[in-house]
């Protein structure tokens, strides 16, 4: 069943003037880097969906399947990206190494989410691309497994298709559940729920992982990870929250929709956490938080990170207020 508000628990605050002005209630897991249960906010054994914070499980599956991906590439195959032509680039370069266009990708058009290269698309009459939309490189990353295997590409989306199939078995192997629900992402992929417990162990599993490992699919997260923390551009873009963190405090971090939001720290420490009324806007500040609590990263470097992060709250242009962690 999925999470309601019984089974949830105060996570951030907004503050104005000194007033609370809304409150973010969600559940929320810590594990230990032994795997333990650290500590948990509500109950993490309810069901969600994890949208894009499942992106990196998706993509250390298109590894696993052969999937000739490095570097930029393969950072941007787990990315939520901005839509800078810098993305798009190596998106479109994915494709190309495949043998393919913007026209076999599945996801939607979409502008993009940072401003400058929206507005510079809308000065030269661009128009909406594939290759803008948030999901672009993961999309990219399945079709170029799919030729690498010698699989449609046009049905590739279809949950019942080979490489969706391949997916889900790799999830499900990460997270230690069987899959016993399926919906459609925003991007038109399949996205599995799960519980958050589930969700934190592949992410920990992942970010802990070796590239010198005696197992293939370890050594291909360890890849990942480190492909992510050496091209944190890529993951959201330049001053975006992702990004930050992963800069200025060497987490993997990675943000889903509808207030899902996965950290874990280079000791292993891992959150993961689910925003109840779906708000995007807290997840950092309460992902670093319980990374902090539980001694995973130092309060100054911490602090920094979160100074860096749009929490600001306005009035008359000043500010008045803050988005806080509430644990």
Not at 11 to 28: C, D, P, Q, T
Not at 129 to 140: D, E, I, Q, T, V
Not at 177 to 197: H, K, N, Q, W
Request: hydrophobic share 45%.
């Amino acid at each position: 069943m999925p999470a309601t508000a019984p089974d949830a628990a105060e996570l951030a605050v907004v503050e104005r003037s000194g007033f609370i002005e809304s409150r973010h209630h969600g559940v929320a897991v810590v594990l230990a880097p032994d795997g333990s249960e650290h500590l948990a906010l509500g109950d993490p054994s309810a069901h969600f969906l994890p949208r894009s914070s499942m992106k990196p499980l998706q993509a250390l599956a298109c590894l696993s399947a052969g999937a000739d991906l490095v570097g930029e590439r393969l950072a941007l195959s787990m990315a939520s990206h901005c839509g800078t032509e810098r993305h798009v680039e190596v998106a479109r370069g994915i494709l190309e190494s495949a043998g393919l266009t913007e026209d076999d990708l599945g996801c939607p058009a979409a502008w993009p989410t940072d401003t400058q290269s929206r507005d510079e698309l809308v000065r030269d009459h661009g128009v909406p691309s594939p290759l803008r939309m948030n999901c672009s490189g993961k999309h990219a990353a399945m079709l170029l497994t799919c030729v690498t295997n010698g699989w449609t590409t046009a049905d590739y989306l279809d949950p019942q298709h080979p490489l969706q199939v391949h997916i889900r078995e790799v999830i499900e192997r990460l997270v230690g559940e069987r899959i016993t629900t399926t919906a459609i992402d925003g991007c038109g992929a399949p996205v599995y729920a799960m519980s958050l417990t589930g969700l934190a162990r592949a992410i920990q599993r992942l970010a802990t992982s070796s590239e010198r490992s005696p197992f293939a699919l370890h050594r291909s997260a360890g890849t990942l990870v480190r492909a992510v923390r050496e091209n944190p551009w890529t993951i959201d873009g330049p001053g975006r929250p992702d990004t930050i963190v992963i800069e200025r405090l060497g987490v993997f971090s990675k943000m889903g929709a509808e207030g899902v939001q996965v950290m874990a720290a280079p000791n292993g420490t891992t959150v993961a956490l689910k925003m109840l009324d779906g708000s995007n806007r807290a997840g950092h500040a309460v992902a670093l938080r319980l990374l902090e609590r539980a001694g995973a990263l130092d309060a100054a470097a911490a602090a920094d990170a979160l100074s860096a992060l749009p929490l600001t709250v306005l009035g008359g242009g000043q500010q008045v207020g803050v988005i806080r962690a509430a644990v």
